[in-house]
């Protein structure tokens, strides 16, 4: 992956954001701070969905409107495009370790 990819947000957090989303949780920039100390949660979900085509909804709560974003439901995870930095999360279902 080249340096300038990795500005935009470490394959730590997109491979917690696919493994996140397919273990069923709904999960918000608030959660990503907390556990992977993240900050572009919204251009992770933007790259999932648009380039990956991802299924994932997007819920605004609060006042705030804070997006919470998960897996439209029914969604064949097996189907799913993988970016480079979680192709293991794919390499696990496909041995059928995940």
């Not at 992956?1 to 730590?12: D, F, G, I, Q």
């Not at 954001?17 to 251009?43: D, F």
């Given at each position: ?12 957090q997109v491979f ?29 979900i933007h790259r999932l969905k ?49």
């Open positions: 992956m080249a340096n300038s990819e990795r500005w935009y947000s470490s394959p730590t917690w954001t696919c493994e996140a989303l397919m273990n069923g949780r709904t999960i918000s920039h608030k959660t990503e701070i907390r556990e992977v100390k993240g900050w572009r949660l919204g251009a992770i648009a380039t990956y085509k991802w299924p994932i909804l997007t819920e605004l709560r609060g006042p705030e409107n804070v997006a919470h974003y998960r897996l439209a439901p029914g969604t064949d995870i097996a189907r799913l495009r993988f970016p480079p930095s979680a192709q293991s999360l794919c390499d696990r279902l496909e041995g059928g370790a995940a």
